[in-house]
Each structure stands twice: as structure tokens, then as C-alpha cells.
């Protein structure tokens, strides 16, 4: 089974320095490549026994990469970093969707609004103008970080060209589609998660912080494409 060799694939990179640990942890980890794949899981998100022959395994929650768009100078670590923000503790949700997601999540499990979380691509009008409004969403900055500073992190090493056909975005549609499958996830996602607070149906669905290949059929030729950049992200550690 497809999901069942994904998982298997990923568990090769566990002993390595750094993966599996939390995203704080991984981003002091200078050897981290320029280029790659990452995995996000969360901690209590455990399959049930049935699932797949896995017992015991934290499932992913998130996959992501960068550099997909011919050109793009965006590196793993600032990718990575975008998504745990500052070290200062603060961040950026309209910098990292992935943010963004965690954070509406997070304001209805907290049963709450914040006026100015997600408008604009940019801080808009309303929030330059008021420093309380700034306040407010710094703080609440810092709580998306610690959520997401915590979660366990893996990645692989993938160092070919920013482009739409890569083979990080390869990976990164496979690994969605087979993991949301339909969006009837194989795979599923416990009943505390906090996906099931999400403001998109897509998140809820597919058990992803992802929108992107959720609704997709997956191709299965990209798991020799991840088994090779698993064997290379090995062959690179000390």
C-alpha cells in the first residue's frame, strides 16, 4: 500500500540529527540543505490501530516546499522559518499560509476575533493606524509560534532547480494527494485535532494544513522520487 511505503520511507530519516524533532530545534541545525521537501506531524496525531499497519506513528500533518517557481531564490531554512516566525517569538501569518491556517483555527478554538487577522496580503490601513490593533495581533503571533515551534518536523534533501516540475513539487503534490486521498484520508485525523476548528472544509477534510492537491489522485511514481531523495538525505548525514 502506497501510504503504508510513504511511512515506511520517512521512518529511515528518524535516527538522523535533528529530524523528527520540533521545528524550533530543527532550524538551529546549520547543516539544514538549501533546497528540500518538509513534513510536519503534531503531537497526540496517532493513527489507529487499523490505519494502514501503523501503529504508534505520528501521521503528517503538513507538507510543503519552496522554490517552485522558475527563478525563486526561497531556501528551505527561510521557508521554515516563515512558518515559526521570528526569534523575537513573533511572525508574519501573511507570510506563511501555514500560519495563517493555524491561527483561525486557533481564534475559534479560543472563541474569539481578531479584526485584523488575515485581511490583506499586507498589514492593512486598520492596523497601521492603531497601535492597539498591533498589540493584539503580536500577541497572538507569539501563541501561533509556539504551536507551530513545537510540532515535530522531518525533511529531504531534493537540490534540483526552482521550477513548477521539480521534484520537490513532485513530492510535495504526492505526498499531499496520497495523504488526503480524496479527502477521505486513510490515515485519520483524532477527534481533537485541531483541524476540526479550521475556517476551510478542505482542512477538515483531507486531515492537511494544506489546501493545494487535497482534492488530487495521486501519482504513485512519486514515492520512487521521495525514496531517492530519503537514500540521498541519509547518504549526506555524518
Known sequence: MDTARFY??????????????????????????????????EQGELPTPASVGLVGVQRITRVGTH???????????????????????????????????????????????????GVGS??????RECEQAQIDESVFERRVSIVIGAMPVHWVDVPDEASPSSERAIIER???????????????????WLRGLSTREEIRQSGLWNLRHVSEEHDASFLDIFERAVSRTIGKRP
Open 8 to 41: 515506511e520511507l520517512l521512518a529511515r530519516l528518524e535516527n538522523l540529527p535533528f529530524q523528527g524533532e520540533s521545528l524550533s530545534s530543527v532550524l538551529s541545525d546549520a547543516s539544514l540543505p538549501q533546497r528540500g521537501v518538509y513534513f510536519f506531524r
Open 67 to 117: 522554490a517552485v517557481t522558475a527563478g525563486s531564490k526561497s531556501t528551505l531554512r527561510k521557508r521554515l522559518r516563515a512558518h515559526l516566525g521570528a526569534e523575537s517569538g513573533t511572525g508574519n501569518h501573511r507570510g506563511s499560509i501555514f500560519r495563517l491556517h493555524v491561527g483561525n483555527a486557533l481564534l475559534r478554538l479560543d472563541k474569539r476575533t481578531l479584526a485584523t487577522w
Open 122 to 127: 499586507v498589514a492593512p490601513h486598520a492596523l
Open 174 to 192: 504526492g505526498a499531499i494527494a496520497l495523504l488526503s486521498n480524496g479527502l477521505a484520508p486513510l490515515v485519520a485525523p483524532s477527534a481533537s
